[in-house]
């Protein structure tokens, strides 16, 4: 299977270019983060993707259901991004029929390293960089863990939230902000105040980056957001957002 993925960037259109040429605009996708909150970790992220200075989807799905137990937020060239998704859906699938078990978070964490290394030739020539985002945690009553990447495939594990995308800045400086100094920090917020939370990063990260967007709660347009508690993931609908929205609203 990684020999698939191989082949697949070793076809890229674009293998002849030479580092540092000049490449043609590319999709790109941002803005995805993560942070933990009481029930476990929230991951979310915007719907917009852009080639150059162009939007060219505000419906792009960014984060992704691995298993039962972990998540993987995208950020960077889609095509190479999803095929990573796929490879690894497969991987801890095969795992699990193949060894009647539940492959261990710690060998997740590595399997998208892995791959992310193998991603190197395209990430070298500026034309495949992923730079995701990773949230999982052991079956039972494991603690869920976030992880993020620089696109060599180097893994952090984060305290208390990871940001990547064009947009992570800003939403990083509010994680931090708030992590110190709000009240409640967002470890300590339920549910509603953390779905509300998401949606405001993201409206604070567009205000400063134009490639993130695709949220606009004032037409009802609102984050992909997903959670991974003990009880496993949930996706958060529309309509449970609009609430958390307007009870937010009306708290301020």
Same mark, same amino acid.
């Given at each position: 299977?990684?020999?698939?993925?191989? #082949?697949?960037?070793?076809?890229?259109?674009? #293998?002849?270019?030479?580092?540092?040429?000049?490449?043609?605009?590319?999709?790109?996708?941002?803005?995805?983060?993560? *942070?933990?909150? #009481?029930?476990?970790?929230?991951?979310?992220?915007?719907?917009?993707?852009?080639?150059?200075?162009?939007? *060219?989807?505000?419906?792009?799905?960014?984060?992704?259901?691995?298993?039962?137990?972990?998540?993987?937020?995208?950020?960077?060239?889609?095509?190479?991004?999803?095929?990573?998704?796929?490879?690894?859906?497969?991987? *801890?699938? *095969?795992?699990?029929?193949?060894?009647?078990?539940?492959? &261990?978070?710690?060998?997740?964490?590595?399997?998208?390293?892995?791959?992310?290394?193998?991603?190197?030739?395209?990430?070298?020539?500026?034309?495949?960089?992923?730079?995701?985002?990773?949230?999982?945690?052991?079956?039972?009553?494991?603690?869920?863990?976030?992880?993020?990447?620089?696109?060599?495939?180097?893994?952090?594990?984060?305290?208390?939230?990871?940001? &990547?995308? #064009?947009?992570?800045?800003?939403?990083?400086?509010?994680?931090?902000?708030?992590?110190?100094?709000?009240?409640?920090?967002?470890?300590?917020?339920?549910?509603?105040?953390?779905?509300?939370?998401?949606?405001?990063?993201?409206?604070?990260?567009?205000?400063?980056?134009?490639?993130?967007?695709?949220?606009?709660?004032?037409?009802?347009?609102?984050?992909?957001?997903?959670?991974?508690?003990?009880?496993?993931?949930?996706?958060?609908?529309?309509?449970?957002?609009?609430?958390?929205?307007?009870?937010?609203?009306?708290?301020?």
């Amino acid at each position: 299977m990684n020999g698939d993925f191989l #082949s697949l960037i070793s076809s890229n259109p674009f #293998s002849g270019l030479t580092v540092g040429e000049k490449c043609p605009e590319l999709l790109e996708a941002t803005t995805v983060f993560a *942070f933990h909150f #009481s029930e476990g970790v929230v991951m979310a992220g915007d719907h917009r993707a852009t080639a150059g200075n162009v939007v *060219f989807s505000d419906r792009t799905e960014k984060i992704i259901e691995l298993d039962n137990h972990s998540l993987i937020a995208i950020a960077g060239s889609p095509a190479v991004a999803f095929e990573m998704a796929r490879t690894l859906q497969t991987t *801890f699938e *095969f795992y699990r029929r193949s060894q009647l078990q539940v492959l &261990s978070l710690a060998a997740k964490v590595r399997a998208l390293s892995r791959l992310l290394r193998e991603n190197l030739p395209a990430t070298l020539q500026g034309v495949g960089a992923v730079a995701p985002l990773f949230a999982g945690r052991e079956p039972g009553d494991g603690h869920p863990g976030i992880y993020y990447y620089d696109p060599l495939g180097a893994q952090f594990e984060a305290a208390g939230y990871a940001a &990547s995308g #064009s947009g992570s800045g800003s939403i990083r400086s509010v994680l931090h902000y708030l992590t110190k100094w709000g009240n409640p920090r967002p470890q300590q917020m339920d549910r509603g105040d953390a779905i509300n939370l998401s949606n405001r990063l993201l409206l604070t990260a567009a205000e400063f980056d134009t490639a993130t967007g695709g949220v606009d709660p004032s037409r009802g347009v609102f984050a992909t957001i997903r959670l991974l508690t003990r009880d496993g993931i949930q996706t958060v609908s529309e309509k449970e957002q609009i609430g958390a929205w307007r009870k937010g609203d009306g708290n301020d």
